[in-house]
Nanobody, 117 residues
Framework: QVQLVESGGGLVQAGGSLRLSCAAS????????MGWFRQAPGIERTFVAA????????NYADSVKGRFTISRDNSKNTVDLQMNSLKPEDTAVYYC??????????WGQGTQVTVSS
């Protein structure tokens, strides 16, 4: 099992920036990809961005392309999400996830991001 701890959420005005960080520990040797998801009240959890643990290939939800950047530091077992040009509709709880065996199998506790208009 992989343990994930997110940090960096908070309150920001529209147009501002935040950087989320996720620290992974435990059985990280089996991780294929790391990703970020988000969940707003009354809405199911949705995909935001993901990065390959080896090679660094990335993909993004259309709603965040050009504004968010996912990156990793394999030496520190961390994955960051740089969020720029934030919009009120980006308000959600953001979750870090680990893909092991081609399944999003391990999740962090979530960090709240609130964007005021």
């Amino acid at each position: 099992q992989v343990q994930l701890v997110e940090s960096g959420g908070g309150l920001v005005q529209a147009g501002g920036s935040l950087r989320l960080s996720c620290a992974a520990s435990g059985r990280t040797s089996g991780v294929i990809r790391m990703g970020w998801f988000r969940q707003a009240p009354g809405i199911e959890r949705t995909f935001v961005a993901a990065i390959n643990w080896s090679g660094g290939g990335t993909n993004y939800a259309d709603s965040v392309k050009g504004r968010f950047t996912i990156s990793r530091d394999n030496s520190k077992n961390t994955v960051d999400l740089q969020m720029n040009s934030l919009k009120p509709e980006d308000t959600a709880v953001y979750y870090c996830a680990a893909n092991v065996g081609y399944k999003w199998s391990d999740w962090g506790q979530g960090t709240q991001v609130t964007v005021s208009s």
